[in-house]
């Protein structure tokens, strides 16, 4: 059984919070949800459960509060793992949140265990307690059930004690530990506090207080049950690392993205602690309306760019400058992800190439020549290093995602042409992208790059907002690499100064 466990989002959206904590990150908690299972997803986990431990929102009692709840109860839904979600002190009326989530409290049974939810009533001193029906309950489960194995999940934790003024603990803790001994509870899950706490067994039971997704480093929990043996596993949001730069991220302007915003990407790729972001927009895009952009045809047919770069404002290029340049800062970086088009030339418009980008990244998404269905493997290959040849002995800084061309076409990716990249990326100074979207680098070709001397760019790529600052996996794939922090500032690409 693996379970994931997430407690206090505080998600303030279309109501007003309440919180006026500087380190309390409601806005993001939508987006931290998502990034939850993006990276459980990184992880090949794929969680039997979720738990979610309640204050889901950080203003249940706004009129608005009901919608920000079908704003997770949607993200939740979108996950594909069954929820078992839990009200808080900040949810607002426990009777309309159970029967939006359907998970009231009673039990639960996933696989082999039974999850018991356990009601909370707050005082005016909003202090918690635990309710005697609720109690009996659980007592009535066990007898029903006398070999199932329990878990217990309640917003506020029985155990152990917490010293702080803000009443955290349930007033009748010392009964509810008793119920849980005597009803043969494993495990206790909780949220509420929102430093967490690790781990502790007393008596039989074990508790753990699951940390606040809302605040720096954006914690959860992974659990592991596998007979008597309950393994958990905190792990953080935010990158462990330092300051790294995220070299390839698009905006609003791109036809491909999904959710993806400047504005809040710009607050979550810094709360995930990116150093610096670079906004590269996709100039084929730009240049082209959407069907016309799609549909590639610009790449053999010149007279298309040629058309589009006489337009007024060069489609929306001039626009996106516009935007873009106001936006330029010592965090945010600006620049274009470019194509090749015709002969081998560059997709970018001379007035467009003077312009002081802070940095190019040039993809290679579409090959011309290349027919599916008719072109042989060792043909593509060809035509894929001609290209690669071509693109790389432009004003690139970066080439991003190497090999997802072949991934993309349904084509056998070709680790014997890695040493003939390498070769061109390092005669010709351009770095190597280390990108995740819809795409798996390979640790072995960025480790022959290395050994080359070529610099590693790390790249979100985010089209989903999810995917902003999530680095999780190219840190991993580093390691991998055995590139270590002590010379990772070495390794990672670094922009040109101006």
């Known amino acids: ?81 069954p929820c078992i979600v839990l009200p808080g002190n900040h949810d607002g009326d426990p009777s309309a949140f159970n029967a939006r989530f359907g998970t009231p409290p009673g039990l639960y049974r996933i696989k082999d265990l039974g999850f018991v939810v356990m009601g909370t009533a707050y005082a005016e001193n909003y202090r918690p307690s635990t309710p005697v029906e609720d109690l009996a309950r659980l007592k009535q489960i066990r007898k029903e059930n006398p070999d199932l194995p329990l878990i217990a999940l309640q917003h506020a934790p029985a155990y152990p004690v917490i010293d702080t003024l803000f009443p955290y603990r349930i007033a009748n803790a010392a009964q509810v530990m008793d119920a849980y001994r005597n009803c043969a509870v494993s495990l206790a899950l909780s949220g509420h506090y929102h430093t967490g706490t690790a781990i502790r067994l007393h008596d039989t039971t074990r508790y753990h207080t699951v940390p606040a997704l809302c605040e720096a480093p954006f914690r959860f929990s992974v659990i592991r049950i596998e007979g008597d043996r309950i393994e958990i596993d905190e792990q953080s949001l935010a990158l462990p690392s330092g300051a790294l730069m995220d070299s390839h991220c698009h905006t609003e302007h791109a036809f491909c ?101 802070d940095i190019l990244v040039g993809a290679i998404h579409k090959i011309k020549d290349y027919r599916p269905g008719v072109t042989t493997q060792r043909e593509a290959e060809a035509l894929f290093l001609r290209d690669v040849e071509q693109i790389t002995g432009t004003d690139i800084h970066v080439l991003a995602h190497p090999f997802r061309w072949f991934d993309r076409h349904h084509l056998q990716r070709p680790k014997h042409l890695y040493g003939a990249v390498s070769d061109l990326l390092a005669e010709n100074g351009v770095a190597v992208e280390v990108n995740y979207h819809t795409y798996s680098p390979d640790p072995g070709f960025v480790r022959l790059c290395v050994a080359k001397g070529i610099p590693v760019a790390l790249a979100s790529d985010t089209h989903d907002l999810a995917e902003a600052g999530e680095f999780w996996p190219h840190l991993h794939l580093l390691k991998q690499a055995g590139i270590t922090s002590k010379n990772m500032h070495d390794v990672l690409f670094k922009l040109p100064k101006s």
């Open 1 to 81: 059984m693996t379970i994931v466990a997430i407690s206090d989002m505080h998600y303030f959206g279309l109501s007003r919070p309440v919180s006026r904590q500087e380190n309390v990150r409601g806005e993001l908690g939508r987006t931290l949800l998502k990034k939850v299972f993006l990276r459980l997803a990184h992880q090949g986990i794929k969680p039997d459960v979720a738990v979610i431990l309640g204050d889901l929102l950080d203003n249940g009692t706004d009129p608005n509060g009901e919608l920000d709840l079908i704003t997770i109860h949607g993200e939740l839904t979108r996950c594909g793992v």
């Open 257 to 357: 993205g999904t959710t993806v915003d400047t504005a809040p990407v710009i607050a979550t790729a810094k709360a995930m602690g990116i150093g610096t972001l670079c906004l590269t927009e996709h100039a084929f895009q730009l240049y082209f309306e959407k069907h016309e952009a799609m549909g590639f045809r610009w790449q053999s047919e010149t007279e298309r760019v040629e058309r589009a770069w006489a337009a007024p404002g060069r489609g929306r290029m001039a626009a996106y400058r516009r935007f873009a340049e106001k936006l330029r800062s010592p965090f945010v970086k600006i620049g274009l992800e470019v194509d090749l088009y015709g002969d081998g030339e560059l997709l970018i418009a001379p007035e467009d190439r003077a312009f002081p980008w």
